[in-house]
């Protein structure tokens, strides 16, 4: 069996090109000279260096002209929402709604922050205060 598998070894294109390429080192047709390299290294760098800057400023500009755009939604007194994004986790969550309410706006504070109350028997605190990215409008069909 080991006879066989020398055989096999001995007549593979592959290991006699390789074997051949290891007796003589100079069997590379056209070496790279090591200035060519390292200046190529180089501009790597700096073209990588220039491209993340590139990204960075086109992420600044969309994310200024995306803020321009969203504006939270100004909620009055009186008005109902529809719930709160929890803001605590536990477990279990899987089932649980994702949203508590309905809500009452009590108060309107400053930077779209509100004291809300309960409106009906479900689950969630009876008075609490949130920012309006917590909230969403509740949808009366009547």
């Given at each position: 069996m080991r006879k066989g598998v020398e055989n096999v070894i001995s007549n593979c294109i592959e290991c006699i090109l390789?074997?051949?390429?290891?007796?003589?080192?100079?069997?590379?047709?056209?070496?790279?000279?090591?200035?060519?390299?390292?200046?190529?290294?180089e501009d790597r760098g700096n073209i990588r260096e220039e491209a993340k800057?590139?990204?960075?400023?086109?992420?600044?500009?969309?994310?200024?002209?995306?803020?321009?755009?969203?504006?939270?939604?100004?909620?009055k007194v009186e008005d109902f929402i529809v719930a709160i994004q929890p803001t605590q986790f536990g477990t279990g969550l899987k089932l649980r709604p994702k949203f508590f309410g309905p809500y009452k706006v009590v108060i309107v504070k400053l930077k779209d922050r509100y004291d809300l109350k309960k409106v009906g028997q479900h689950e969630g605190q009876n008075i609490t205060s949130t920012a309006a990215d917590h909230m969403k409008m509740w949808v009366r069909i009547t």
């Open positions: 390789v074997n051949k390429m290891r007796g003589k080192g100079e069997r590379f047709l056209n070496p790279i000279p090591k200035e060519s390299i390292e200046s190529f290294v800057k590139n990204i960075l400023k086109i992420q600044e500009e969309n994310r200024r002209s995306y803020n321009k755009r969203k504006a939270a939604y100004q909620y």
